[in-house]
Each structure stands twice: as C-alpha cells, then as structure tokens.
C-alpha cells in the first residue's frame, strides 16, 4: 500500500481558486508513474463522487458539473498530481481525495475545500 497525500484546500470566496496537492512521497517512480490517478470529493454521510481523473499517459476526464472549471495535471518525476480548481461554487464544498483509480490504496485524509461567503 502507498498511501496518498492530498493538501491545499481552505476556505475560499465564490468564484475564487485553489490548486489542491496529491503526493505519494514514499512511492518508487516506477511504481507512481504507471498509475492512473483520480480526485475524489466526499460530503458527510454521502459515497465518494469522482471529480477528475487522469491516466498515466496524461488523458484527462472530468464530472461535468466540473467541466471548464478544474483541471487535473501530474508530474511523474515528483510523484505528484494537482487539482487546479477555478470558479469556484458553494456546491464545491467538500473533502478531497486523490487514489490510484484501478487499484484504491490506503486513503489518506483528504483535504477540506469550503466555498462560502
């Protein structure tokens, strides 16, 4: 198991931005880099939704309530990927997570994103 580290949210005005972190410090390059990765938002008591993924080869997917806003982004050789988040809305509201799409490790603890005025 290679566990994942999310950081970057906070609280942030409607319409605003952040850049959310997704590290795997103690993964090998060779084992990172293969993986394809997703971002994943939870509200209390309601599943995991994904948000955005992207393959090893840098194709990226999004949830289309998403679309136009966020764009997800890696880079291989510092075993991180990001979450650029604009425009942000209310409903954005969540705690964040990224995983190895195919194969979920150990979640780690997310990082909370709040939008509100």
């Known amino acids: 198991q290679v566990r994942l580290v999310e950081s970057g949210g906070g609280l942030v005005q409607p319409g605003g931005s952040l850049r959310l972190s997704c590290a795997a410090p103690?993964?090998?390059?060779?084992?990172?880099?293969?993986?394809?990765i997703a971002w994943y938002r939870q509200l209390p008591g309601k599943e995991r939704e994904v948000v955005a993924t992207?393959?090893?080869?840098?194709?990226?997917n999004y949830t289309d309530s998403v679309k136009g806003r966020f764009a997800i982004s890696r880079n291989n050789s510092r075993k991180t990927v990001w979450l650029q988040m604009n425009n942000l809305k209310p409903e954005d509201t969540a705690t964040y997570y990224c995983n190895n799409l195919a194969t979920p490790q150990d979640w780690g603890r997310g990082t909370q994103v709040t939008v509100s005025s």
């Open positions: 103690r993964a090998i390059f060779s084992v990172f880099a293969p993986w394809d």
């Open positions: 992207i393959t090893s080869s840098g194709r990226t």
